[in-house]
């Protein structure tokens, strides 16, 4: 018999493999109804039957993350990365937390590898962009945040950390003009720009 049809104790009728599956669709339910908690509670028991439950690991990591457990969330999105190494979407939530947490190093890496498995991941391109201005790496951070506005250009997430860096970098005449790009469709952060950097969007050319 394999592991997967192992009879859960107590239900001699009820195979692991069956009890899971609808461990699962209840868990669904309770998410459905905004019912995070117990939700929780329910992937818990199916981690208790199936230790490498992709979607349990995964969603009590999100948990743990939007609560604030940083630790625990890293803890799950590490775990999710040895079940399910091949996807990119794994390595970049262990990256996200790790870049939480002020790992910059480890989340550069963790970023790295989920782009190598999918260049077109833009988040990923963000949160690189992010690990590597922590690191003083600004070049390189500048590449990284123009690959996510060529992925997504009317993203304004990455057009103001490109200004951001420019100053950083003593570069005024080039952050003026990604201010000024960036006011062609989100004025409102082009003006937070102005009055973070000193620079303004009407200084003559």
Request: proline content about 4%; glycine content about 6%.
């Amino acid at each position: 018999m394999s592991v997967g049809l192992i009879p859960v104790p107590g239900t001699p009728n009820v195979t692991r493999r069956s009890a899971v599956f609808w461990l699962r669709y209840k868990a669904k339910a309770f998410l459905v109804l905004g019912l995070r908690k117990q939700a929780g509670l329910v992937f818990r028991e199916i981690l208790a039957l199936a230790p490498n439950d992709v979607l349990a690991i995964n969603s009590l990591g999100y948990e743990a993350l939007q609560n604030g457990r940083m630790q625990e969330a890293l803890e799950f999105f590490e775990k999710l990365v040895q079940v399910n190494p091949q996807n990119s979407n794994a390595h970049f939530n262990l990256a996200f937390v790790l870049e939480a947490l002020g790992r910059s190093e480890d989340a550069e890496r963790a970023f790295r590898t989920a782009l190598r498995m999918d260049e077109k991941l833009d988040r990923a391109w963000y949160g690189l962009g992010l690990a590597l201005v922590r690191q003083r790496r600004f070049e390189e951070a500048l590449e990284a945040f123009k690959r996510n506005t060529q992925l997504q250009s009317m993203s304004p997430y990455a057009w103001y950390q490109m200004a951001r860096v420019h100053m950083e970098m003593n570069q005024p005449d080039e952050a003026l003009a990604v201010m000024r790009h960036l006011n062609g469709f989100e004025p409102k952060v082009a003006a937070q720009l102005e009055r973070e950097t000193g620079l303004k969007l009407n200084a003559p050319m």
